[in-house]
T-cell receptor, first 116, second 112 residues
């Protein structure tokens, strides 16, 4: 597939469990973004990578959230000790670094996390 | 800081009628503005974008939007609604290639 893929598509966790969400960006895309979309809300920025470097993590809501992209391709968002308020759809997006001023972000289908 | 406000969380229009979804932005620097569409259980798809070129922007599926700096608005329109337009629409703002800041969304319902 040529698009951004995410796995799993659905995840149910018991409160207190750790979860790991995976994002496979479009091949060759330099930039990768994570967003959190709560029910009935717009997506909110979590963190941003350029290659393997995490350049902005200002949107991570707590130190229970951790993201990595060790080889500059696949990224994993990890949530430790999940809480009910973590229930949301987690969206991943990737973009290329072109020569123009604008590089479109392409979104994956998201992972819907439900914490019971 | 930058933000967008979408007026109307739900909009219903009859099939064939004009679609108007409102978006106002706030940005301390010249903004990039976007409209995304989200169908159920799918990711966000870019409808159109304003990146400081022409103020009237045409997108996919017959949608267009006009950037009005004096009104800080970027409303989305389509002359004639189709049943397939039913979806959630998000306005977003960014500065160059940084993170997107989204509005809370407008759910568009098309009445047959």
């Amino acid at each position: 597939g040529a698009g951004v893929s995410q796995s799993p598509r659905y995840k149910v966790a018991k409160r207190g469990q750790d979860v790991a969400l995976r994002c496979d960006p479009i091949s060759g895309h330099v930039s990768l973004f994570w967003y959190q979309q709560a029910l009935g809300q717009g997506p909110e920025f979590l963190t941003y990578f350029q290659n393997e470097a995490q350049l902005d993590k200002s949107g991570l809501p707590s130190d229970r959230f951790f993201a990595e992209r060790p080889e500059g391709s696949v990224s994993t968002l990890k949530i430790q000790r999940t809480q009910q308020e973590d229930s949301a759809v987690y969206l991943c997006a990737s973009s290329n670094r072109g020569t123009g001023a604008f590089n479109e972000q392409f979104f994956g289908p998201g992972t819907r996390l439900t914490v019971l | 800081a930058q933000s967008v406000t979408q007026l109307g969380s739900h909009v219903s229009v009859s099939e064939g009628a004009l679609v108007l979804l409102r978006c106002n932005y706030s940005s301390s620097v010249p903004p990039y503005l976007f409209w995304y569409v989200q169908y159920p259980n799918q990711g966000l798809q870019l409808l159109l974008k304003y990146t400081s070129a022409a103020t009237l922007v045409k997108g996919i599926n017959g949608f267009e939007a006009e950037f009005k700096k004096s009104e800080t608005s970027f409303h989305l329109t389509k002359p004639s609604a189709h049943m397939s337009d039913a979806a959630e629409y998000f306005c977003a703002v960014s500065h160059r290639n940084e993170k997107l800041t989204f509005g809370t969304g407008t759910r568009l319902t098309i009445i047959p």
